[in-house]
């Protein structure tokens, strides 16, 4: 008896010892892995953005109530990358109210002192316009249980809004902020950059680039050198430089520049690609960045001369971009990362099987010469748009997503393993 009730004790701590192992391993094999829903099912949960500063990752989104606005609130979680998992969920209770919108979501940042910064937008009392807000931001110190007063971001009375914003984790260890602003001399809008102090207060806040369509995302992107990148769908009327001389009707193409010394001065904007898109009002899809280790790599959407969808390109020593690579006709709303000297881009792609119309996930793996190779992420036959994804390592990526195929959309997650990719 004594020697099965051993044997029964072995064989638990060897089953124990397994299942241990097998929850440690961060092997996972490419694409079969489980599609993870992160928010609750009977919530409307939008707008999902991913921030890594090197030693965290974070996911922020937008509870949305279908009812009353007013309620919106700014959700947010720690991804646990030793378990690849997400943590505890928190609220932003300041946020309360905030606009959603997926292209210029709420941003949650957080320094490398462990400050969490979060950056949202609420509708002007006194603006009659329909999209018209104003930014504003709160800081915690201890991970998010507790939170300092709402701030405003722009004091200045002359800047009727400001929309369209980016956050990302600068070399001084302070957090660089972008986004565009009413104050323009001109059609469209003006973009701006500040960065936060020791006081955790944006400040510096200074024009960087003038005459940006109106209703697109923005990037700003700092390499591992600390050269921050800044991108934009620009507004070239007809009477401006870059305007191609046909018709009467604006372009808007995607644009550039940098800042080699941490913000204080940004070079002129340059064109990553005259696609001399002429077009009336806003296409809602913005540019994104990535730098290789050799050279900065641009993946955007335009619809210039019947050749709608995806292209990429890489920059030049002398900062000109290379003729553009097509990458997706039917591709939307692109971000990208690199890994290991590749790019990788997920955007929606739209396609019908049986006359019916899907919207799916995919990740792309681009070459610097612009070959590329696509995989779907998402379930088929689903309806998913606005993918974000960040790196967790040398051979891990988390991507993340919105599901509308239920009443209420959710935010959904998978991790990749690019090891295992052919």
Request: net charge positive.
């Given at each position: 008896m004594k020697k099965i009730f051993l044997l029964i004790i072995i064989i638990a701590l060897a089953s124990c010892r397994q299942?241990?192992?097998?929850?440690?391993?961060?092997?996972?094999?490419?694409?079969?892995?489980?599609?993870?829903?992160?928010?609750?099912?009977?919530?409307?949960s939008e707008a999902p953005f991913l921030f890594n500063n090197g030693n965290t990752i974070l996911i922020n989104w937008t509870e949305r109530d279908e009812h009353n606005k007013k309620q919106n609130l700014l959700k947010f979680a720690v991804f646990d990358s030793k378990n690849l998992q997400f943590d505890s969920i928190f609220t932003v209770p300041a946020s309360k109210g905030l606009q959603m919108h997926a292209e210029s979501m709420a941003k949650v940042g957080i320094k490398k002192d462990g400050t969490i910064i979060a950056v949202y937008r609420k509708k002007s009392v006194n603006d009659r316009s329909r999209f018209g807000g104003h930014l504003y931001y709160v800081s915690s110190n201890d991970a998010g249980k507790t939170w300092r007063t709402e701030t405003k971001l722009v004091k200045d009375s002359t800047s009727t809004s400001q929309s369209f914003y980016d956050i990302a984790d600068l070399p001084n260890r302070e957090l660089g902020l972008i986004w565009l602003d009413s104050r323009s001399k001109r059609r469209g809008k003006t973009l701006y950059y500040a960065e936060t102090n020791n006081t955790n207060k944006f400040n510096k806040q200074t024009p960087v680039a003038f005459s940006t369509c109106e209703c697109c995302r923005t990037e700003i992107y700092v390499d591992n050198r600390g050269i921050i990148h800044l991108a934009y769908r620009n507004l070239i009327e007809p009477d401006e430089d870059g305007f191609d001389g046909y018709g009467k009707t604006e372009i808007r193409d995607m644009y550039y520049l940098q800042s080699k010394d941490t913000g204080r001065h940004f070079t002129k904007p340059l064109p990553i690609s005259r696609d001399n898109w002429h077009i009336y009002g806003c296409p809602h899809t913005g540019p994104s960045l990535a730098y290789n280790g050799k050279q900065?790599?641009?993946?955007?959407?335009?619809?210039?001369?019947?050749?709608?969808?995806?292209?990429?390109?890489?920059?030049t020593d002398s900062l000109d971009f290379l003729p553009r690579k097509p990458i997706s006709v039917e591709g939307r709303h692109p971000q990208m990362i690199e890994q290991n000297g590749k790019f990788y881009a997920v955007y929606e792609e739209y396609y019908e099987d049986n006359n019916k119309g899907y919207y799916k996930i995919i990740l792309d793996v681009i070459q610097e010469n612009g070959t590329h190779q696509a995989y779907e992420i998402s379930n088929p036959k689903t309806n998913n748009n606005h993918a974000v994804l960040t790196r967790i390592d040398d051979h891990l990526i988390l991507i993340a997503w919105v599901n509308t195929d239920t009443r209420h959309p959710k935010i959904m997650y998978k991790i990749v393993d690019t090891s295992k990719l052919q």
């Open positions: 299942s241990k192992n097998k929850n440690s391993d961060k092997s996972v094999s490419p694409l079969k892995d489980s599609i993870h829903i992160l928010t609750k099912n009977d919530k409307n900065l790599g641009a993946i955007w959407f335009t619809g210039a001369h019947q050749q709608s969808g995806l292209f990429f390109t890489t920059q």
